[in-house]
């Protein structure tokens, strides 16, 4: 078996919220609750879920912004959170982020260069004019052009600005590119273009994503696997296919029946109900969908679901979750 690009082995993150009373000890916000995930050189993963479920959590562990509570993080063979401050830094040259802001995340003093040079730049070892010459060649890559590397910023349109993004994140050729919504921001051609961007950098440069996001149309168009994640746990995972086909989690299917579809002038029989589920009790050790799920039973509140698997390369973390028939 070929060793993965990363792995990550039950990974926990929790979070200190302020006292409540002056010699009580701070609670706890659980963000990820053992987290396992594998990712192989050329397969993109899709992470998706809604707000709040843990993805941007899990993305930060991934390039070693934040340390985990428990568990560990590998990327090709080494565990981030354990390596020197300079043992890491020469290890980003594997990984890279693209985030979610095009506006944000480019800072407005300073020029498209001196922006896409600056992953290089960190790590010292290549020269200004070989920094330049490849800031040129990725800036054409991503369809940008190389006159573009003394404008600032604010000259550039949205989807321009997260091309300038992209560039930054290949210029050190990394195996791995955490994306954080990436087309979240941008109108809906523009996503389209970027998208279409990305799978063609992926086939050029070899590059694999973590693509993270809660628009499963997205996931779908770039990634071979994907898994869902939910308060901090992966419910379900398997490939685009079978996940958005044939989804055995009720969880994962809520999320579909969320997708907007066009239809004009539906019918009553075809406009979907949401149905809600009254509050209830919730003990700790229960599966933590069980509130919001139409088919909780009794031993959704007696037990947590394990990830189990209920088809070839398809997991789901359900008591009654099955693998039915693929639609049409």
Same mark, same amino acid.
């Given at each position: 078996?070929?060793?993965?690009? &990363?792995?990550?082995?039950?990974?926990?993150?929790?979070?200190?919220?302020?006292?409540?009373?002056?010699?009580?000890?701070?609670?706890?916000?659980?963000?990820?609750?053992?987290?396992?995930?594998?990712?192989?050189s050329g397969?993109?993963?899709?992470?998706?879920?809604?707000?709040?479920?843990?993805?941007?959590?899990?993305?930060?562990?991934?390039?070693?912004l934040?340390?985990?509570?428990?568990?560990?993080?590998?990327?090709?063979?080494?565990?981030?959170?354990?390596?020197?401050?300079?043992?890491?830094?020469?290890?980003?040259?594997?990984?890279?982020?693209?985030?979610?802001?095009p506006?944000?995340? &480019?800072?407005?003093?300073?020029?498209?260069?001196?922006?896409?040079?600056?992953p290089?730049?960190?790590?010292?070892?290549?020269?200004?004019?070989?920094?330049r010459?490849?800031?040129?060649?990725?800036?054409?890559?991503?369809?940008?052009?190389?006159?573009?590397?003394?404008?600032?910023?604010?000259?550039?349109?949205?989807?321009?600005?997260?091309?300038?993004a992209?560039?930054?994140?290949?210029?050190?050729?990394?195996?791995?590119?955490?994306?954080?919504?990436?087309?979240?921001?941008?109108?809906?051609?523009?996503?389209?273009?970027? &998208?279409?961007?990305?799978?063609?950098?992926?086939?050029?440069?070899?590059?694999?994503?973590?693509?993270?996001?809660?628009?499963?149309?997205?996931?779908?168009?770039?990634?071979?696997?994907?898994?869902?994640?939910?308060?901090?746990?992966?419910?379900?995972?398997?490939?685009?296919?079978?996940?958005?086909?044939?989804?055995?989690?009720?969880?994962?299917?809520?999320?579909?029946?969320?997708v907007?579809?066009?239809?004009?002038?539906?019918?009553?029989?075809?406009?979907?109900?949401?149905?809600?589920?009254?509050?209830?009790?919730?003990?700790?050790?229960?599966?933590?969908?069980?509130?919001?799920?139409?088919?909780?039973?009794?031993?959704?509140? &007696?037990?947590?679901?394990?990830?189990r698997?209920?088809?070839?390369?398809?997991?789901?973390?359900c008591?009654?979750?099955?693998?039915?028939?693929?639609?049409?």
């Amino acid at each position: 078996m070929t060793e993965p690009l &990363l792995q990550l082995d039950q990974v926990t993150r929790s979070y200190a919220l302020p006292r409540q009373r002056l010699w009580a000890a701070p609670p706890l916000v659980h963000a990820l609750h053992g987290v396992s995930l594998r990712m192989t050189s050329g397969k993109s993963l899709g992470l998706v879920g809604e707000s709040g479920s843990g993805k941007s959590t899990l993305a930060r562990l991934v390039m070693a912004l934040e340390s985990p509570t428990t568990g560990s993080v590998h990327l090709l063979g080494q565990e981030l959170h354990q390596l020197s401050p300079a043992a890491l830094r020469a290890a980003r040259r594997n990984f890279q982020m693209v985030f979610q802001d095009p506006y944000g995340s &480019l800072d407005p003093r300073q020029t498209v260069e001196r922006i896409v040079t600056e992953p290089l730049a960190a790590l010292g070892d290549t020269s200004a004019f070989d920094m330049r010459a490849m800031a040129m060649e990725v800036l054409e890559s991503v369809g940008l052009r190389s006159a573009d590397l003394s404008k600032y910023p604010h000259e550039f349109s949205g989807g321009q600005r997260q091309r300038v993004a992209i560039a930054r994140a290949l210029i050190t050729r990394p195996r791995l590119i955490v994306a954080d919504e990436p087309v979240s921001a941008l109108d809906v051609s523009v996503q389209a273009q970027v &998208l279409n961007l990305m799978q063609d950098l992926a086939q050029q440069f070899g590059v694999t994503y973590l693509l993270i996001s809660h628009d499963l149309a997205v996931v779908n168009h770039l990634c071979e696997e994907v898994a869902v994640i939910y308060q901090g746990r992966i419910v379900e995972q398997g490939s685009p296919l079978t996940l958005f086909r044939a989804a055995a989690h009720p969880y994962t299917r809520a999320l579909l029946d969320a997708v907007p579809r066009m239809t004009p002038n539906p019918t009553p029989g075809q406009r979907k109900r949401t149905l809600m589920v009254a509050p209830r009790q919730h003990p700790a050790t229960a599966c933590p969908y069980a509130p919001r799920c139409p088919q909780a039973q009794a031993l959704c509140d &007696l037990q947590r679901p394990e990830l189990r698997a209920v088809s070839e390369g398809h997991q789901v973390a359900c008591h009654f979750g099955a693998a039915p028939a693929l639609l049409p």
